[in-house]
């Protein structure tokens, strides 16, 4: 599901330039408001996922504050590549890639922290 969220936002990005060549990505397909959607409920199935592991397994706190971090970054992530400028949504998509790849340490280090791992 991480994966396909930032697929679509770094297809949100590059919107323009990839009609423009006739490129047919995901996010043309489902145009810019039902891909920066679906992407959002990917995410949120993610974080959704991630907390409930740690709540799960009774994580510490470090774990619990690289999650929300994650989860803040790919919020704001999403919320940039609304933006109508590229080089916003550019930092939009860093954004969201950034915050899954903090989400996917929360997790690990959690399990990790409890000997799951």
């Known amino acids: 599901m991480a994966g396909a969220a930032v697929a ?3 297809g949100l990005v590059d919107l323009e330039r990839d009609r423009a060549s006739g490129a047919r990505t995901p996010a043309i397909e489902l145009g810019a408001v039902r891909a920066r959607r679906l992407a ?7 974080a959704l996922g991630v907390v409930v592991s740690l709540g799960v397994i009774d ?5 619990w504050a690289i999650a929300l971090g994650g989860i803040g970054l790919a919020s704001l ?3 940039l590549v609304g933006a109508a400028a590229a080089s ?6 860093e954004a969201c890639a950034v ?5 996917a340490t929360a997790w690990s280090l959690g399990l990790a922290w409890r000997g799951l791992l």
């Open 99 to 103: 915050g899954i790849g903090l989400l």
């Open 88 to 93: 916003r949504r550019e930092r939009g998509w």
């Open 40 to 46: 959002a409920i990917l995410l949120a199935a993610v």
């Open 59 to 63: 994580a510490p706190l470090e774990a």
């Open 77 to 79: 992530g999403l919320v």
């Open 8 to 10: 679509l936002v770094n």
